[in-house]
Structures are given as structure tokens and as C-alpha cells.
């Protein structure tokens, strides 16, 4: 069972507006990721960090940011929602020599 | 060459019956084949991983396939049941400079009916 954690869940918010989506977890592990998945769609990597202040674009390009000041935090922000924005972000986490990568339930963004 | 295909897209086997999804890969180095369960408001997660050494690995009802000379492996889940209804993900893990890389497959909707 995965200790990964993601506030808020569900999350409607206005055109232009700043949010921060949160992802912790306990498990000690160096390495996070961001995933942005539309309904039942494949999983699009969008940032990770291999450990405290390494932080990379992934495979999607992104508006969004992020920052890993702490092992165990690795938030996500927008600074300007837009519609098209509104999508399932999965935060993630895995060792440093681990395959297996654990996934939190996710963060529904709605911009409207 | 960093691509993972999966087939099909979607599934609709009956109750007690065999769902079988297939993936294929290019690049050799990958090390690390797993599949992940996602449940509809769910975050995926690990149900079976298999590594490039071995043919075959069971556990309960799901095995996996690996055929490392056409680089392919795939799910097989016997006795199908309602309750395995969910979208499954077939990855490939690969070690580049010390680091780890995951490549998604795209997913297949299987749906059981009972």
C-alpha cells in the first residue's frame, strides 16, 4: 500500500485564476513525478524530480510548475488557469533504485 | 524506439472467461515490464510486473507473457470477473546514467460483464 497523497481531490476553478496542487508522501522516496490523464486516457508525464531542488520537464510540455524543496513534497502549481487545463493530475513517487512506481488518486482540475 | 504499444483498446469479455492484452516494445535495454490497474477515480496501481529473465510469471489469476525475442509480453487474466473491470496500463523500465524512465502504454478498458 502506497503512502502518496494528493490535495485537493476535486478542485473547480475560475478562468485566470493561481492554484497549487499538493502531493506528499512518507515513504522516503527520492524520485516524484507528475502524470496529466484525461478520463480513462493514457498517462502524459509532465515533470519529475529525482531528489530535493532536481526538478525536469517530462515528456508533455506543461504550463504549469513545480518545485521539491522537501523529499516528501512536490506541489504542482499553475499560475493562470485556462479551460484547457482541466484534466486528472497523478502524482507519483519511487525509489531511488526501485521499478515499481506508486501512484496517489489523483487531483480532478476543473477550469471553468 | 522509446514507444510501448498496447492492444486493444478496449475490452468486453464475458464473466469466467480469459482477457488477454498485449503490448510490444522497440528498445532492447528496457528491464522492467509492469502492468498497472486503474479503477475509474482511481490513481493506477501496481498488479504484476515481470522482468526480461523469465517467460512467464503467475500470480493468482493474472500472469504475464514475456517473449523477449519479439519483444512483446502481455496480461493474461483467467476467469474473468466483474469486480477486474478497470483500465489496464503496460509499462517498459528503463535504466539511463543511474536513473529510472517509465514508458506508458496507452491503455485498454476491459469490462467484464457478469
Known amino acids: 500500500e502506497a503512502d502518496i497523497y494528493q490535495t485537493p481531490r476535486y478542485l473547480v476553478i475560475g478562468t485566470g485564476k493561481k492554484i497549487t496542487l499538493e502531493c506528499s508522501q512518507t515513504?522516503?522516496?527520492?524520485?516524484m513525478y507528475w502524470y496529466q490523464q484525461d478520463p480513462g486516457m493514457e498517462l502524459h508525464l509532465i515533470h519529475y524530480?529525482?531528489?530535493?531542488?532536481?526538478?525536469e520537464k517530462g515528456d508533455l510540455s506543461s504550463e504549469s510548475t513545480v518545485s521539491r524543496i522537501r523529499t516528501e513534497h512536490f506541489p504542482l502549481t499553475l499560475e493562470s488557469a485556462r479551460p484547457s487545463h482541466t484534466s486528472q493530475y497523478l502524482c507519483?513517487?519511487?525509489?531511488?533504485?526501485?521499478?515499481?512506481?506508486?501512484f496517489g488518486e489523483g487531483s480532478w482540475l476543473t477550469v471553468v | 524506439q522509446q514507444q510501448v504499444k498496447q492492444s486493444p483498446q478496449s475490452l468486453i469479455v464475458q464473466k469466467g472467461g480469459i482477457s488477454i492484452i498485449n503490448c510490444a516494445y522497440e528498445?532492447?535495454?528496457?528491464?522492467?515490464f509492469p502492468w498497472y490497474q486503474q479503477f475509474p477515480g482511481k490513481g493506477p496501481a501496481l498488479l504484476i510486473a515481470?522482468?526480461?529473465?523469465?517467460s512467464e510469471k503467475k500470480e493468482g489469476r493474472f500472469t504475464i507473457s514475456f517473449n523477449k525475442s519479439a519483444k512483446q509480453f502481455s496480461l493474461h487474466i483467467m476467469d474473468s470477473q466483474p469486480g477486474d473491470s478497470a483500465t489496464y496500463f503496460c509499462?517498459?523500465?528503463?535504466?539511463?546514467?543511474?536513473?529510472?524512465?517509465?514508458?506508458f502504454g496507452t491503455g485498454t478498458r476491459l469490462k467484464v460483464l457478469a
Open positions: 524530480s529525482y531528489g530535493v531542488n532536481s526538478t
Open positions: 528498445n532492447t535495454a528496457f528491464d522492467y
Open positions: 515481470i522482468r526480461p529473465d523469465v
Open positions: 509499462a517498459a523500465s528503463i535504466t539511463t546514467s543511474g536513473t529510472y524512465k517509465y514508458i
Open positions: 515513504m522516503g522516496h527520492d524520485k
Open positions: 507519483a513517487s519511487s525509489r531511488h533504485r526501485g521499478n515499481t512506481i506508486y
